[in-house]
Nanobody
Framework: MFSCRRLGGGLVQAGDSLRLSCAAS????????IGWFRQAPGKEREFVAA????????KYADSVKGRFTVSKNGAENTAYLQMDSVKPEDTAVYYC???????????????WGQGTLVTVSS
């Protein structure tokens, strides 16, 4: 299971940057894919980004490409989501999860943990 949290604090305004961390309760194996997802109020959970743990290959949703970056600290079994140039439409609860497939399909992911709320004001 993963525990997501926002690093740092304070009000987030449009154009700001923030960083989320996603810490696994155990070891993340090299065969894993770590995915980031978000769910805005009244909307379905949607794919944000994914990273192969073994080689750090990544893929991003079009809505965040060029603004968000995923990274990892393998020794700490922690993934990160750097969010730059945030927009009010990025407001959502953010989650991470694990898959064995390098996919954007939410249904292929498991080990969902608690999410962390990101609110971006205009």
């Amino acid at each position: 299971m993963f525990s997501c949290r926002r690093l740092g604090g304070g009000l987030v305004q449009a154009g700001d940057s923030l960083r989320l961390s996603c810490a696994a309760s155990g070891r993340i194996y090299s065969s894993s894919v770590i995915g980031w997802f978000r769910q805005a109020p009244g909307k379905e959970r949607e794919f944000v980004a994914a990273m192969r743990w073994s080689n750090t290959n990544t893929k991003y949703a079009d809505s965040v490409k060029g603004r968000f970056t995923v990274s990892k600290n393998g020794a700490e079994n922690t993934a990160y989501l750097q969010m730059d140039s945030v927009k009010p439409e990025d407001t959502a609860v953010y989650y991470c999860a694990r898959s064995s497939q390098f996919t954007m399909q939410t249904t292929e992911y498991s080990n969902w943990g608690q999410g962390t709320l990101v609110t971006v004001s205009s």
